[in-house]
């Protein structure tokens, strides 16, 4: 099983440009989650969908917006980009509420904005 | 406020070293703590869950434990492919979602 796929792996966009991060589950989960990871802090949620057709801001979601697409696809947009935007940005799933079972993460989409 | 802080930030060991890591937390009613595991360039993977004080976990060289306060992950005789980043998350009852710490980043020397 391929588990979680975000793509691109890696990107570089200049202040003001947009872009969308992909992000595809073949699990069959419900619950599907966009973190950040930044140097020396914790992952902070930035939005999640607890179920097709449903998204719910996170802790830090200004600047993002989200779409759940179908239940296997979550994806991210920023629509004017910050250097303050960089960073790595990882997609989970989880079949139900992430206290009741694991998240599964990608690999992650490392952004730099310059 | 609900916050999770571990210790220590880096931890170097060598090959066959036991030590501990620690996860201390303070939530307005812990729900479950959780414990994963991150390799360079690669995205978190789930080790543990521990919900109550007193509960224990073991998986391998790992062993995770709960008190009231904080939790341990336990390494025991360790080996160079344990080298990774260990990352803790606890979720309140009055919160849906995890609150992560930042991380031990683990090296085990040959």
């Known amino acids: 099983n391929a588990g979680v796929t975000q793509t691109p792996k890696f990107q570089v966009l200049k202040t003001g440009q947009s872009m969308t991060l992909q992000c595809a589950q073949d699990?069959?989960?419900?619950?599907m989650y966009w973190y950040r990871q930044d140097p020396g802090m914790g992952l902070r949620l930035i939005y999640y969908?607890?179920?097709?057709?449903?998204?719910d801001k996170g802790e830090v979601p200004n600047g993002y917006n989200v779409s759940r697409l179908n239940k296997r696809e979550f994806s991210l947009r920023l629509e004017s980009a910050a250097p303050s935007q960089t960073s790595v940005y990882f997609c989970?799933?989880?079949?139900?509420?992430?206290?009741?079972?694991?998240?599964?993460f990608g690999n992650g989409t490392r952004l730099t904005v310059t | 406020e609900d916050q999770v802080t571990q210790s220590p930030e880096a931890l170097r060991l060598q090959e066959g070293e036991s030590s501990s890591l620690n996860c201390s937390y303070t939530?307005?009613?812990?729900?479950?703590l959780f414990w994963y595991r991150q390799d360079p360039g690669k995205g978190p993977e789930f080790l543990f869950t521990?919900?109550?004080?007193?509960e224990e976990k073991e998986k391998e060289r790992l062993k995770a434990t709960l008190t009231k306060k904080e939790s341990f992950l336990h390494i025991t005789a360790p080996k160079p492919e344990d080298s990774a980043t260990y990352l803790c998350?606890?979720?309140?009852?009055?919160?849906?979602?995890?609150?992560w710490g930042a991380g031990t980043k683990l090296i085990i020397k040959p």
């Open positions: 989970a799933s989880s079949k139900e509420e992430p206290g009741n079972s694991p998240l599964h």
């Open positions: 521990l919900y109550s004080a007193g």
């Open positions: 969908s607890a179920s097709e057709g449903t998204t």
């Open positions: 699990m069959n989960h419900n619950s």
């Open positions: 939530v307005s009613g812990l729900r479950g």
């Open positions: 998350a606890v979720q309140a009852n009055s919160n849906y979602q995890l609150i």
